[in-house]
Nanobody, 121 residues
Framework: QVQLVESGGGLAQAGGSLRLSCAAS????????MGWYRQSPGKQREFVAA???????NYTDSVKGRFTISRDNAKKRVYLQMNSLKPEDTAVYYC???????????????WGQGTQVTVSS
């Protein structure tokens, strides 16, 4: 059974930092692209960052220079270091695992339950 379990959310002040962690089990972690998405009340879930199996990161523009995604294949974990937090970063953050074919077709996708991040001004 596939499980993605997030941790590290909580309350931070604007300008502060938080580090999210996602522990994966039940998948061949090293071949998956791992990512973070977020959803604020009344808004659609949006992409935040992802890191490929080859450790290539990608970020949405609003977090570039502030957030850093990384992975530890031995521990089957993906991390999101969030610095210079802003109130607009407040959301539930979800861990995502995607496996795609060589032609880009999605073969499998899994989601965690989410962790709340609240940034106060």
């Amino acid at each position: 059974q596939v499980q993605l379990v997030e941790s590290g959310g909580g309350l931070a002040q604007a300008g502060g930092s938080l580090r999210l962690s996602c522990a994966a089990s039940g998948i061949n972690f090293s071949i998956y692209t791992m990512g973070w998405y977020r959803q604020s009340p009344g808004k659609q879930r949006e992409f935040v960052a992802a890191i490929t199996s080859g450790a290539m990161p990608n970020y949405t523009d609003s977090v570039k220079g502030r957030f850093t995604i990384s992975r530890d294949n031995a521990k089957k974990r993906v991390y999101l270091q969030m610095n210079s937090l802003k109130p607009e970063d407040t959301a539930v953050y979800y861990c995502n695992a995607q496996l795609r074919s060589g032609s880009g077709v999605k073969i499998a996708e899994y989601w965690g339950q989410g962790t709340q991040v609240t940034v106060s001004s």
